[in-house]
């Protein structure tokens, strides 16, 4: 079994890898990591937490551990589901999961809370929804409420994503709390994004909204029996008329009343609709690829970074830092000198 | 002077210059970019205006032209200005901008907007605002509206600020539209940092504030002639209660009616204290090494992803992606491989 106590949240933990004998290091951890994703994929939760958190903390072994669970993910839907504040998606994603579970498919949730840490409540109202689906193992439900760090919350979730996906999970959902450019980079990797508006926001809130109109493949427009819910459709409608997408898709706009589980089988069926649309025109393994290609990119960038940060030190980064700030130095030529050696090995 | 019709905006336009002899091209690129830099210096708004183009839009010369600014550069104020939409922040701007003016320091000001292309706002009202203060050369408004591309707007409105602060500008405002952490990401490298806040935007709202408290300065209550002025003011003191900033500092919390030009006076006024808290602590130049800190590190990622991108090439990027997608190969495995490869030369 993999040492939990070897699992330290470090950043440069995963360094100390490479003084150790190549094979006699691979051996052991394969068969430790095997271990771990044997019960992981035999549907352990416990075994799936630790995975879920090995990953996220960049802890010992991270990538050890995805490289051994990418060939089990690919399997999974992935939904990204955003929407403002106070749009009901908590409660939206728990009855579409209690829709997949009918269905006899497991579902795993990821609730990612880009804001801050002042605000418990992404963390409580977890707990809450937790004990509500204890007793359906089927549903794992994961809050990540941590800010961005370095690598960004974008990657780190599409990592946690990967793990639940490799698990077995049927669906996977990311839902994200909130109307930025983070929240667009979480679900923009999503097999399906769901964007969930509501009515009697107001024109400031449509503004916001605006920045997310663009990544929907599904509308959901919820607390739908309140009043402005028609006025929300036509402006969808008329931002729809202005553009049209590359993959030729209209999003398709569904009303729910997630309080009540109105309009659930619906969005469910919405969602489908789309997936067939991508099969149907042979573009699922192109989204894929574009997908990838976006995250290859991200993961390339973190990997030169952290390459860049060893060879610098973290002393010389404060001492670059103080020059800059004196104006002894330009940050411009600064950084094309240190790139350039880096280069160079 | 520098060739505009040389300002393609193309990522790969720099390397150009590689090939080139590098004495002469530095001698007759020196004296090209000395001119342009004295007419902006000396109060040339179309001088100012291309460059600030040429920064934004990373077109050829463009850290030659940041390179050659940067010793003009730290004598300016940079002021962060952020909150919510609807909050009132362009009028609150103006009026501040206007204050500056009576005490005869020039202001530029830097208008964000990461929101999407879809609408049009920021630049309509971008545009009425500018004909406002085209009397006075003073006041110089400049707007970007564009999505963050790779490089990130952070660091493209960083930069932009640099080239307002070298051509004499007194105090550099940025102001962003939103709430999420771009616009955290946008101001955070401001000397001082204003978070605006509105009475009666109800709960939702305060929980997306959040995010934005930890990095005010100073809180200006806008529309306080409205209800609810006072609660605002109470959860800013409730949330200032349950924890102390490193540095110390209390942020004061103004009130200000800025469509009526009230508190502006008191608004500066706080701003000028906390600069002076700053210099009485000894905390300036500890802010500027931190700031240049975070700043240094997003350069060399940047750097270090062209490198990247360069030794690829696209084609491998999609050809990589589409074997990833397949399953045939383990990203994590890849990215470390190529990342090894370049740190080799």
Redesign the interface.
Known sequence: MWPITNCVPSATSRRRFQFVSPLLYTDSLNQDIQAWIDRLRAGDTRALSRAISTVENRATGW?DL??AL??H??KGRVLGLTG???AGKSTLVDHLARHYRKQNRTVGIIAVD???P??G?AILGDRIRMQEHFSDPGIYIRSMAT??SLGGLARTTADVATVLDASGRDIVMIET???????VDIVRLADVTVVILVPGM????Q??K??I??IADVFAINKSDHEGAERVEREIRA?QS??TRPDGWTPPIVKTVASEGAGIAELAAAIGEYEGYLQKENLT?KK??????E???E???D???E???EH?GDGN??R???E????KR???????E??GK????
């Open positions: 990538t995805l490289k990418f060939p993910s690919g403002a504040p106070g880009p804001t801050s002042y605000t409540g800010r961005g709390v909130g109307v930025g450019q983070d929240e107001g024109d400031d809130v503004t916001i605006a920045g109109m663009e931002l202005l553009a393994f894929n690829v574009q997908n990838w290609g995250r290859l990119v993961m390339l960038r990997a030169m970074l390459k860049a940060r610098l980064v404060a670059m830092a103080a800059v700030a004196e104006h330009d940050p411009y030529t600064l950084i094309e240190i790139a880096i280069g160079k090995g």
